[in-house]
């Protein structure tokens, strides 16, 4: 069974870095075609995606924040690691990570909601 | 970036109705289209991957169909927990983007 977990701060100031862990299990990130991406959703907004990385290591972000993201992996720990730098008010949502295999993300983690404010 | 528009933003539907939900990408995504199912304060719930195939899982009353740019979801005798809000997502290319969401409700 496939389960993912993300931890972290839940309030942030602004201008500073909110850093996120993923953990799961279930599945190894060193498996071809394996992938774990990474959803925000701001109160009562639209899903977002936000990046991903695969089992080489292989890296997608989103273009409009592409300069603020960046995801690593610890295969050994079962852990992918979020970070975005300069966060704004705008940037309170809450954050998923979830598998991706075949290319959609069929497992999702619960969620951990980041309040950025001062 | 691939637009993703849903339609309608909203849906009111009674208990035992079928509804279908239309998806329209910008441009085309062959099959790689996903549903999701969401519920308050929960996590998205994969539906439906390339475009008509069932997660594992998910009841058959769900069925989604359509290639290239329009797609549909169709829920068949809805039942109280099939009251939720809905996405579609391309997986096509990059970046990934998800439709607006359809909030469907009870009449």
């Known amino acids: 069974q496939i389960t993912l977990k993300e931890s972290g701060p839940t309030l942030v100031k602004p201008t500073q870095t909110l850093t996120l862990t993923c953990t799961f299990s279930?599945?190894?990130?060193?498996?071809?075609?394996?992938?774990v991406g990474w959803i925000r959703q701001p109160p009562g907004k639209a899903l977002e995606w936000l990046g991903i990385?695969?089992?080489?290591?292989?890296?997608r972000y989103s273009p409009s924040l592409k300069t603020r993201l960046t995801i690593t992996k610890d295969t050994s720990k079962k852990q992918v690691v979020f970070t975005m730098t300069s966060l704004d008010p705008v940037d309170t949502a809450t954050y998923y990570c979830?598998?991706?295999?075949?290319?959609?993300?069929?497992?999702w983690g619960q969620g951990t909601t980041v309040t950025v404010s001062s | 970036d691939i637009q993703m528009t849903q339609s309608p933003s909203s849906l009111s539907a009674s208990v035992g109705d079928r509804v279908t939900i239309t998806c329209r990408a910008s441009?085309?995504?062959?099959?790689?289209l996903a549903w999701f199912q969401q519920k308050p304060g929960k996590a998205p719930k994969s539906l439906i991957y390339?475009?008509?195939s069932l997660q594992s899982g998910v009841p058959s009353k769900f069925s989604g169909s359509g290639s290239g740019t329009d797609f549909t979801l169709t829920i068949s005798s809805l039942q109280p927990e099939d009251f939720a809000t809905y996405y579609c997502?391309?997986?096509?290319?990059?970046?990934?983007?998800f439709g607006q969401g359809t909030k469907l409700e009870i009449k």
């Open positions: 997502q391309q997986y096509n290319s990059y970046p990934r983007t």
């Open positions: 279930g599945f190894s990130l060193s498996t071809s075609g394996v992938g």
């Open positions: 990385i695969y089992w080489d290591d292989d890296k």
């Open positions: 441009q085309g995504i062959s099959k790689y």
């Open positions: 979830a598998h991706q295999y075949g290319g959609h993300m069929d497992v």
């Open positions: 390339a475009a008509s």
